[in-house]
Every structure is written in C-alpha cells, then in structure tokens.
C-alpha cells in the first residue's frame, strides 16, 4: 500500500511539473504579447517556464516556509521536538528533517521538501504549549509519513504551483483591463481582442482548476499519513488525542497562505467545518478519529 502510494505520488508529482511548464509558458506568453514582445514571445515564455520550475523544484520547501514565516528551532528551545523526531526518525529509518516553528497560538504543523534527504517539518507554538510529549509524538509522526509517503513533494509543488498561478492571473487580469481601456485599435484589430479575451478567461479559470486539484490531492492523504504514523509510534492514543485536541480548538492561523494551507495536519482555516466538501482541504478530523480508533 505504502509502496504503491509512493509511487504514484511520484508519477503525479512529475506530472504537475509538467503541466506547471506548460502552463506557465502559456501564462507568459500571453504576458509577452500584452508587452508587444512580437516573435519572440514564445522563446521568452519557454526559457521563463523552466527556469522558473527548476528553480521552483529545487527551493520549493525554502519558498513554503518563508510564505509561513518560520524559524529554525533549536535543541535549547525545543529539546522535546528535537528528542522525539529523533526516536521517530530511528523507527522509520528516515533521515531527521530540518525542524522549523512558526510563531502562531493556533496549533498545527506541517512537512515540506521535495524527498526524505531534503524534509522539513515545521509546528507551531500553539502546538507545542498545547500537546503534552505523546500528542506531539502523533504529530510528528504523521507529519513524517507525509515524507515517507512522498506527499511532502507531490502538495509542496502544488502550493508553489498555486501561488504562481495566482499571482501571474492576478497581474496579467490586471494589465490586459488597463490595456483595453488605454487602447484605441480595439475595433480595428478584432483578432486582439478575441486573443485578449481568451486570455483572460484561462487565468482567471486556471486558479480555480488548481484550488481543485489542491484540495483533492490533500484530502485523501491525511488517512495514509494517520495510519502511517502509528506505525511508526506503535501507540494510537497519541494521535487521538492530538487529533480531538485539535478537533475542538477554534483559533485560525494568522500567517497562513491560501497556496499552502492544504500542508497542515489540520485546517488552518474554517476550522467549523465538519462535512467534506469541495472546497474543504481535510477531511473531517471526526472521521479520522474514527478510523484509528478502529485500528486501535
């Protein structure tokens, strides 16, 4: 199960790269043609696109921790985190993941990276002042089979995906109305405007589409990381009663990007909703519990 999982989330983790491509040649070649960039529009889009995801691939847990604003811990602030990874880490024969914290009361965590030799995992103090030393060990442990299960590559893509679609359909949303305005060719170049339109119906759609893919990548993988995770701990209750714990707290987190909200263990937002829908990016934490008390 675990083996097949790591597998596909691969296939698919390449796959989004490939469409990343594809798609951000396509966002800046219309950029291109809105600068009136001429022939040399698509060359200029082509090179921005695999830059972009190379470079986005290769620092991908570097730009999602700085959307969180988060720390390096230390053993002399965190010597309980620290301890604790480390005796998980030696269960799962895992390399020990950078370990980040995230200044916020709400409880939560999340793991980042594109493999196990390049993991991060990063909490909150919220939750650190609210689980006692086997509810942190649950989490982490679940945050850790997200790194063993390659989720941590397959939704951190996502999210740097989702932030630059976002941002390009914003800017070019933006520029294509201004130009339309300031123009005085519409009527006679109806080509333009026809091109224009098209365009702006793909950006502004295309964040929609990737919102979706978003929320269905990351719903179905949190039961894995639970399951997983008491492999590793050999003790359910931990992560139960993390689970109800964060269950029936109501704060939100302050700091948190639409683009990796599906990253932590529980939703950042909308903390109220029970019913899994499609826009929800976690199932609901009643039926997790559910599903680990039967194994348990």
């Known amino acids: 199960m675990i083996l097949k999982s790591v597998r596909d989330n691969k296939i698919q983790s390449y796959a989004i790269v490939l469409g990343f491509l594809i798609i951000v040649t396509l966002f800046i070649y219309f950029v291109c043609y809105l600068l009136d960039f001429g022939p040399y529009s698509i060359i200029v889009a082509f090179t921005f696109s695999v830059i972009t995801s190379l470079a986005s691939y290769y620092n991908c847990d570097k730009l999602v ?52 030799e390049h993991a991060v995992i990063c909490v909150t103090t919220g939750l650190l002042e609210m689980m006692d030393k086997y509810e942190l060990e649950g989490v982490l442990a679940h945050e850790l089979s997200h790194i063993k299960n390659y989720d941590i590559l397959l939704s951190t893509v996502i999210s740097v995906f989702a932030g630059f679609v976002v941002m390009v359909s914003d800017f070019v949303i ?4 201004r130009r339309r305005r300031s123009s005085n060719d519409d009527d006679k170049n109806p080509m333009e405007a026809i ?34 995770a008491i492999e590793f701990t050999r003790n359910p209750n931990g992560l139960i009663s993390a689970l109800k714990k964060l269950q029936g707290d109501a704060s939100t987190l302050q700091n948190v990007s639409n683009a990796t909200a599906h990253m932590y263990i529980n939703e950042p937002k909308n903390k109220n909703r029970e019913k899994t829908d499609l826009f929800s990016t976690h199932p609901p934490i009643s039926e997790r519990i559910a599903k680990l008390e039967h194994i348990n």
């Open 195 to 228: 091109l224009l339109v098209v365009g702006l119906i793909f950006v502004i759609l295309s964040p929609i589409f990737t919102k979706l893919i978003q929320l269905a990548v990351s719903r179905k993988r949190e039961y894995l990381a639970d399951a997983t």
């Open 65 to 116: 921790l700085v959307m969180n604003g988060a720390r390096p811990a230390t053993k002399e602030q965190d010597l309980l985190l620290s301890t604790l990874l480390d005796g998980l880490c030696l269960a799962s024969g895992l390399p020990k993941p950078k370990l980040y914290v995230v200044n916020d009361s709400s409880p939560n965590a999340f793991a980042t990276g594109r493999n196990p």
């Open 174 to 177: 933006r520029y294509g109305f």
